[in-house]
């Protein structure tokens, strides 16, 4: 006799355990799969269908309601990230035979081309900060060293005081999965943090703690709470108000790439595990390009 399957909500307990200890991704992304799949589970129970008995045809109809609810491209392809992960489990737990993503493909994310700032623009962003206030030293410190090194908003408010490096100007991040790399830092974010550490972290400091920069509460940031605090200094800069701090990383790869920067070495800084993930940034610089020529060249 087949033993009865497990509830909705606990094959996706099951689920995620598995993306965590066997594909090892980061918190962020577990928590991404897992909103996706109880989209999922929630639209089978509501059309009184089951995941063990899932059809291709029934995984294309969530997919086709989830766009027309006005899913993002990147969205969408992580969705199917999802859905495709979710069946790859059941699939090796032996709890099904069948895969109904099977012959799904992901949209073409990069289609959505990233929004990034100008060299100007960011530095109007980073001389927000008031400099003669505890605070903004700080946000002064965490605005240079995200854009410095690429970081998203995660490895940032991650650092720890050995992370940074000042005397040999780098950074050591945990990206996702807990991968590790080093980023070069350049003068103005190694000059930033120290004076953070000698003039802020101190004061900001209630009980011992390893978290490199510290809430008003002396405790490590939330991404809500940089995210606030992002937002601020974009309005404050007149930046436009559907900027996010994820532009700064962005605007990292894009500059660097505009001036030189070969691919290899953005994927490095960028902890992407893939080239072809960095290759959104060429199609950037590209459209950058053939807009300046189109607009100087006397034969366009």
Known sequence: MTPPQPLSEDILSHFLVFLRAEKTLSDNTVQAYGRDMGKFLRFLKKEKLSWEKGREADVVRFIHFQSQGGLSP???????????????????????????????????????????????????????PASDEIRGVRDKAM???????????????????????LRDSFVLCRGKGGKERIVPLGRAAVEAVEKYLDEARPRLLKAPTDALFL??????????????????????????????????????????????????????????????????????????????????????
């Open 74 to 128: 990147r969205s969408l392809a992580r969705l199917i990230s999802s859905l495709k992960s979710f069946y790859k489990f059941l699939i090796l737990d032996g709890r099904t035979k069948k895969n109904p993503t099977f012959h799904l493909s992901s949209p073409k994310a990069w289609l959505s081309l990233p929004k990034f700032l100008t060299v100007k623009e960011v530095q109007t962003l980073l001389r927000q």
């Open 215 to 300: 809430t008003r509460r002396g405790g490590p940031f939330t991404r809500q709470g940089f995210w606030k605090i992002f937002r601020q200094y974009a309005r404050k800069a007149h930046l436009t108000a559907k900027i996010s701090p994820h532009v700064l990383r962005h605007s990292f790869a894009t500059h660097l790439l505009e001036r030189g920067a070969d691919l290899r070495s953005v994927q490095l800084m960028l902890g992407h595990s893939q080239i072809t993930t960095t290759q959104i940034y060429t199609h950037v610089s590209r459209e950058r390009l053939r807009r300046a020529y189109d607009k100087f060249h006397p034969r366009a």
């Open 143 to 165: 605005l240079e060293v995200m854009y410095a090194a690429g970081l998203r908003v995660s490895e940032l408010i991650g650092l720890e005081n050995e992370d940074v490096h």
